[in-house]
């Protein structure tokens, strides 16, 4: 504890205590704040020196455990006060930011300039540009735009044993070395601890039009996902929700779009139509975005292919900014919604290519029946990602391993479709020793080669991204 | 050479071949050409057996030399009979192609479903997709859509001792493993052979409309690079030209550019204007596409941003489709034009952030005058990437000495400017050793410590992309 207070100062460090993410929490000997990158550093040293493990800790958001010591004798290391903006250059579209700024000040101070920062995994007030780069994380918006790593020109990391590198920069096209940012990127603080990023930024969009569609069945919404791709668009986000997961969110509607995706009687209808009953089997959540011509001839595409197949039932397309931004706080809150359902919940975000989306979606469902749990998903459709979920009772007895085995049972499914047990939440500790039904033993090999390579005493985050 | 043949079939190997790039050529002791990846798989097991070098050669079109040989005991492997297409879903946006499809053809089967692969390195009926992936190419669209390795899901390679791996796949997002498919790419060949790659395709603009501008000087030229990014359109490429460039390329732009940009007076006009003496001291090439009413709308922004300041001696804005493919045509020329007008040329591809990219075109110039060789510059100004080049007479005694001093001084002076030794073409054996001025100590030592990992016995394209 001395020798850490008189790196970071004795205001900085605490002793024992319990930090983690959304997931999953555990035991640090001591959680340090340091200020810069050259602190950052020198407590890497310090640990590395006496065989200690680190921990890195953004703003806790994660679902997969990452930020949760596993050993109680670890040291936290909280990025939150590198929280400067080193440089911005609007005119250049780009931006030097430390690894401890919230994702939404990142994005807003962006939007300010009249610029977009892409990447919205949700959580931005709480999130950290360090953790969403050490997750690699994704968001509705990926399917147009990409994810956090496409965003990133360079970093500064400090690698082990306390050593602080930059690789990239300014610069949009560099091939010199190999591809160390993007071997961070998502390497979940078990290679080095993110100190900072060069982010690229692009012209914010004119205009976001989202539609929300619902249609009778899964069958009949993943067919309209294929003819959206077909019309030759291409959406911001292609989301979706099944069934189960409009009755635990579909409350929260704001009216018009309740009305419009039957999950709510347009009041003093007489005649409303049979699917009018307050549910709504399958529905999709698109946007066009881009200058106001441009997106909103997108939209009409994109209605023009929604419209084209069998099962609508019902659609709107939002246009007044309030009533855009009242849908998508809608679809941040899903979550917490599912959750509330019965108080607790296992999400896994589960990837498969697009063809398979349906039987991922269905299967997810099949697994919940088998292991006696409620299931839902909902997701970024096309990418393929969905958040499988198995709704549990936090004190029931039992549920907790039947979710287990259920999650067990939803990884085998996504391998047989061709797909990945994690597209945008990481291996984490929840998911460690997965990859290895995942990848052949010569690929494993390779993970495990990189990690001895650059953390030759194991000592970076330790027991996550485990292959 | 019995053995090869016993895995590729006697008349798939050769004897003492030369192989190698446009920059480099060497002697391998022989060449193979397997059939497929798993015959890739028994050529690099062998090689690692046997402590031979293995050197993968793609269709030849490299600018650093990646694919010659150093030594003469070497095995080159060329993937050229790994060329076939194993999937291509149009509907789904994704194709999977083996490593030996010409670049060419992956563009034209896109291009044939109303899709577009983006890369567009040049060369296109030479290089091969594993090339472009193995040095992760870039091109003139790059600034808009990014380079080969943002549009890779996937990639199956061989890996040392000779086993196949297979990372990501037709899955839009997937962080489960460390990100080894960005590892290999841009690796030149030094971590694994890439046998095959998955691909996500978007659908083709519909209208594709350039602007060729000319300016009275580099800095006016500059600033109205900085005007077009202010304006919040974003265009599909911004190349540049300088002035000895133009002189060189500058006779076989078609009639109305050339006339337009200064370069060739009107036939019959007998007032030309004071410019028009077959001169354009800087020229920008710009691109806006979508659809074509937004691609209009960008373009008239464009020409807007453009107007607004100072120094625009003119400029034209073709829109008749053979107009434009002769305007891109004509570009894609411009490096074969420079090497004619002495017979030879070093150009190196260094990247600078953009607000630098003045002084690096004005400090190639300077260079070349250092060192008595006439010098020019074009290349992707949006991305801050120079081919800066130094025009040599291949029979003259000494001045491919002095081109070498010349680029030694042009990396310091990327460097200086805070940018990189190689933008788009790789380290190859051209720039070897060029890595450990750009990075720290440390930065290098993780390069090293990721190829000793991965290759433990260095024998993956010895003597390439060393730090």
Redesign the interface.
């Known amino acids: 504890m001395r020798e850490l207070a008189a790196i970071v100062g004795p205001e900085h460090v605490e002793e024992a205590v319990r930090v983690g993410d959304t997931a999953r929490t555990g035991r640090a000997r001591a959680r340090v704040r340091p200020a810069d990158a050259d602190e950052v550093a020198a407590v890497v040293s310090w640990c590395y020196e006496h065989d200690l493990a680190v921990v890195p800790v953004g703003g806790g958001s994660g679902y997969a455990g990452g930020a949760a010591p596993l050993d109680a004798e670890a040291v936290a290391l909280s990025l939150d006060r590198l929280s400067a903006m080193r440089s911005f ?1 609007p ?4 931006m030097e930011a430390e690894a401890g700024m919230t994702t939404e000040t990142v994005a807003r101070r962006a939007r300010e300039s ?1 610029l977009l920062f892409p990447p919205d995994p949700g959580a931005a007030e709480q999130s950290q540009l360090g953790g969403t780069i050490a ?2 994380a ?1 968001g509705p918006h ?2 147009k735009y ?2 956090t ?2 965003w990133v020109t360079g970093l500064e990391a400090v ?1 082990a044993p306390g ?5 990239g ?12 940012r ?2 961070l ?3 979940e603080g078990t ?1 080095g601890v993110v100190t900072a990023a060069w982010l690229r930024l ?2 914010a969009p004119e205009a976001q039009l989202p539609i929300a569609a619902a249609f009778e069945d899964v069958g009949a919404g993943c067919a309209a996902i ?1 003819r959206v ?2 019309s ?3 959406p911001a986000a292609i989301e979706y929700l099944d069934e189960a997961t409009m009755e635990a969110a579909g409350g929260s509607l704001p009216e018009e779009p309740a009305r419009a995706l039957g999950m709510r009687m347009a009041s003093g209808s007489g005649g409303a139509s049979s699917y009018a009953n307050g549910r709504a089997p399958f529905v999709l959540l698109l946007e066009a975005d ?2 106001r ?2 997106a909103l ?1 997108v939209r009409d595409a994109l209605l023009d292919a929604l419209h084209e197949g069998e099962g609508l039932l019902g659609l709107t397309a939002p246009e007044a900014p309030g009533d855009v931004r009242a849908l998508w706080r809608w679809r941040a809150g899903v979550s917490h919604a599912v959750t509330a359902r019965r108080g607790a919940k296992l999400s896994e975000d589960v ?5 398979r989306l349906r039987e991922a979606i269905e299967g997810t469902l099949r697994i919940g029946e088998r292991h006696g749990l409620p299931a839902c998903s909902w997701g ?1 459709a ?4 969905l958040h499988s979920t198995f709704l549990l009772a936090a004190d029931h007895p039992g549920e907790r391993e039947r979710a287990d085995a259920a999650a067990h049972d939803l990884f085998a499914l996504a391998l047989e479709l ?10 984490g500790v929840l ?1 460690a020793r ?2 290895r039904h ?3 033993p ?3 090999a ?2 495990r ?6 953390d030759p005493k194991g000592l970076l985050n330790p027991g996550k ?1 485990l ?1």
């Open positions: 250059d005119g250049l579209w780009r009249g997750t690699n994704g990926a399917f990409g994810v790593g496409d690698l050593e602080i590198v930059r690789v920069g300014p610069v949009r096209k560099d091939v010199a070395g190999y591809d160390l993007a071997l990127t998502g390497s290679l692009v012209p294929e791709l077909a030759g668009e291409v881009g200058a011509e441009e001839r990837a498969v290519p697009l063809d970024h096309g990418d393929g990602n061709g797909g990945t047990v994690t597209g945008e939440h990481g291996i998911k997965q990859l995942q990848w052949t010569a690929a494993v390779a993970h080669a990189i990690k001895d390579a650059l991204k292959p």
